[in-house]
């Protein structure tokens, strides 16, 4: 059965790509589907889910970069945004719950902010697959969208570390070193498994074999665990290519996660009800981004497409969301809610995403009103002054320019 569930979910996200989008809402959808039919989560979709959970944590640890993280956009933007967010979220859905809107209307002022909390985050998997199908991964904009991303997911892994109630052993300190004292047999099988099949073994023993376990054994969070590991080897110069090789495999395991949250349950007019509001804030939150790079000096465009490549809600406002299920602290609908929210989100930035230059290039003077002077040194166009000639690229017409009569190396 769990074999169908794929063939089924494969069916969906591939109609999903048909039509331009993300295969992800095809995954959410066809686990809706198959609720409707009856059918529920098995423990095979689960422990997929798990292991794609733990892949997502892990990469997340090798792309830790302390110079990106450093800057105060990154990390002093993420938190303000992230802060902003979940009180501006919170307190819009206790305002619908007051005017008697099912479901938040029974949410405590604790429970709105963890609601809340969980759409404050915006989608490493959809902007990490924006920014390759454009190549602009390692443009600015796509280097401070990826670091604000990172910086959320470190909140996110906060929460699920205090939001389990198991006391740690004794064992969990020295156990704990000891895999972060590892780091070297880790980097020295890095360098020798190659680039194929074992390459892939090594990430998915190191994730779930030697953090994820360890951890759970003296009673902390696997995904946790996951997530250590991966930043021991962030420096590692192999991990770039290690979590690239991973890339695809996690994808694989994470359809287990969104079919697993739709086969919890499909969700009723009350969750439905909920997605509509949160997808009506979502343009507040967009517009959240692109006025704080701005504040800390980066040019209208960069800010604009930035957060053009934030503007969705996050599989890790998912997975807080289920957290809060398992321990009680909200109702299992608001997995639904949430789910349906994430989906559309991505319907929505699709298009978005592909429009963002022409609609940028529309309304560029109003939106470089709220630049602030003076740029980010790295972000400040090129002033050439007294240049006859400057080469951007050493390609074919850039050696030419280069070798040629008068160029840089008869200089």
Do not use: C
């Not at 997995?335 to 319907?347: H, N, Q, R």
């Amino acid at each position: 059965m769990d074999l169908a569930f794929l063939v089924v979910a494969f069916a969906f996200g591939f109609g999903a790509s048909v039509v331009r989008l993300p295969p992800l809402v095809g995954y959410l959808a066809a686990g809706f589907v198959l609720h409707g039919f009856g059918y529920e989560t098995t423990e095979g979709i689960d422990l997929v889910a798990d292991f794609g959970v733990l892949l997502l944590l892990f990469g997340i640890g090798l792309k830790l970069r302390l110079r990106t993280l450093g800057r105060p956009a990154v990390w002093g933007g993420a938190t303000i945004h992230l802060a902003v967010s979940t009180a501006i979220i919170g307190a819009v859905l206790l305002g619908v719950g007051a005017l008697g809107l099912p479901l938040t209307s029974e949410l405590s002022l604790g429970q709105a902010a963890l609601v809340g909390f969980a759409f404050s985050f915006s989608s490493t998997v959809f902007a990490v697959k924006a920014l390759e199908e454009r190549n602009e991964a390692a443009s600015l904009q796509g280097r401070i969208a990826v670091g604000i991303l990172i910086v959320q997911d470190i909140f996110a892994v906060a929460f699920l570390t205090v939001a389990v109630d198991a006391t740690p052993s004794l064992w969990a300190v020295p156990v704990v070193l000891a895999v972060v004292a590892a780091r070297p047999v880790y980097g020295w099988l890095l360098d020798r498994s190659g680039h194929g099949e074992l390459l892939i073994l090594l990430g998915l023993a190191l994730a779930i074999g030697v953090g994820a376990e360890s951890f759970d054994q003296v009673g902390l969070k696997p995904d946790l665990g996951a997530l250590v590991v991966g930043l021991t080897l962030a420096g590692h110069r192999r991990a770039p290519e290690l979590a690239e090789t991973l890339l695809g495999f996690k994808d694989i395991l994470l359809i287990g996660f969104f079919l697993s949250i739709g086969l919890d349950g499909a969700p009723g007019a009350a969750a439905l009800g909920v997605a509509v509001v949160a997808l009506l804030v979502l343009p507040l939150k967009a517009t959240g981004f692109g006025w704080l790079l701005t504040r800390f000096r980066f040019r209208a465009r960069t800010a604009w497409h930035s957060s053009i490549t934030l503007a969705t809600y996050s599989e890790f406002g998912l997975i807080v969301a289920v957290i809060g299920v398992d321990q009680g602290l909200i109702d299992s609908r608001w997995t639904s809610a949430l789910a349906v929210a994430v989906a559309v989100s991505f319907a929505l930035a699709a298009p978005l995403n592909t429009a963002r230059y022409t609609i940028y290039a529309r309304w560029s003077d109003q939106l470089s009103r709220l630049q602030r002077e003076p740029i980010q040194p790295d972000d400040a166009l090129i002033e050439p002054l007294d240049a006859r000639i400057i080469v951007f690229g050493m390609g074919r017409v850039g050696a030419g320019a280069y070798d040629g009569p008068g160029g840089g190396r008869g200089l």
